[in-house]
């Protein structure tokens, strides 16, 4: 990986650390086809009772099968595979390509400081890690 991709990669880390972001890759959707699929059968097997039933049990399965799937949004990151990593490199550069760094200190300091920026910054991995990761984000309290 170029320096200036692994600059850019830390960065996001450094901004999604500061915001402490959690995501949830794919695992959401596993979560609710098990509740679905329970009330489905459920409501085959008992009419309109039988989907509340199944709905319910659903939910408490699918929801333990999930539970502990939330990453740091940082080890998602640097997770990702080496074109994942390149297209969120060409996402950010499209707002940070104009400035001149000499190391992620210096890059990630430039962004700290111009709020807008930094915003721009956090709207685009942000938007990476939902679009083309189809991951869920969350705020930690």
């Known amino acids: 990986m170029s320096p200036r991709v692994d600059d850019v990669m ?14 949830t890759v794919k ?10 699929g329970l009330a489905f059968a459920g409501g085959l097997v008992g009419g309109p009772l039988g989907i509340a039933v199944g709905g319910a049990v659903g939910g408490l399965l699918g929801c333990w099968m999930t539970s502990g799937q ?11 595979t080496t074109e994942q990593q390149q297209k969120l490199y060409e996402d950010i550069m499209a707002i940070v390509g104009s400035i001149d760094w000499t190391d992620v200190a210096q890059l990630t300091a430039i962004v700290l400081r111009n ?26 309290d």
């Open 10 to 23: 830390k960065l996001c880390c450094e901004l999604s650390a500061n915001q402490q972001v959690k995501t």
């Open 27 to 36: 695992h959401s959707g596993k979560g609710a086809l098990t509740a679905g």
């Open 70 to 80: 939330f990453k740091p949004l940082p080890q998602v990151i640097m997770e990702m």
């Open 115 to 140: 709020a807008s920026l930094q915003q721009q910054v956090t709207a685009a991995l942000l938007n990476y890690i939902h679009k083309e990761l189809q991951a869920e984000v969350h705020y930690i």
